[in-house]
């Protein structure tokens, strides 16, 4: 059974950062697309941010967060920089066998339980 992990948030004031970190089951790690989505309060799960061979992101977090992994620590993180009241929302990492960036929950089987991130204004 495939489990992940969340870690790494918590109450921050706008302007600084924060690192998730999502550590996963299994001896395939590298085989995963990863993935990191956001819901706020009241409103949908968004996509932020997933990982293959490449890279890619929402517009709302292009230049201030950035997507990586370790393949041998079977973890992936986020760099979230400059943050802002509006990122504020519970973060998760997903994860998917499919060979390609996947920017819909609907493209991850594998989800965590979530981490909170409060930006204080």
């Known amino acids: 059974q495939v489990q992940l992990v969340e870690s790494g948030g918590g109450l921050v004031q706008a302007g600084g950062s924060l690192r998730l970190s999502c550590v996963i089951s299994?001896?395939?790690?590298?085989?995963?697309?990863m993935g990191w989505f956001r819901q706020a309060p009241g409103k949908e799960r968004e996509f932020v941010a997933t990982i293959a061979s490449s890279t890619a992101y929402a517009d709302s977090v292009k230049g201030r967060f950035t997507i990586s992994r370790d393949n041998a620590g079977n973890a992936v993180y986020l760099q979230m920089n400059s943050l802002k009241p509006e990122d504020t929302a519970v973060y998760y990492c997903a994860a998917s066998l499919a060979a390609r960036l996947g920017v819909k929950s609907y493209d991850y089987p594998y989800w965590g339980q979530g981490t909170p991130v409060t930006v204080s204004s």
């Open positions: 299994g001896r395939t790690f590298s085989r995963y697309t």
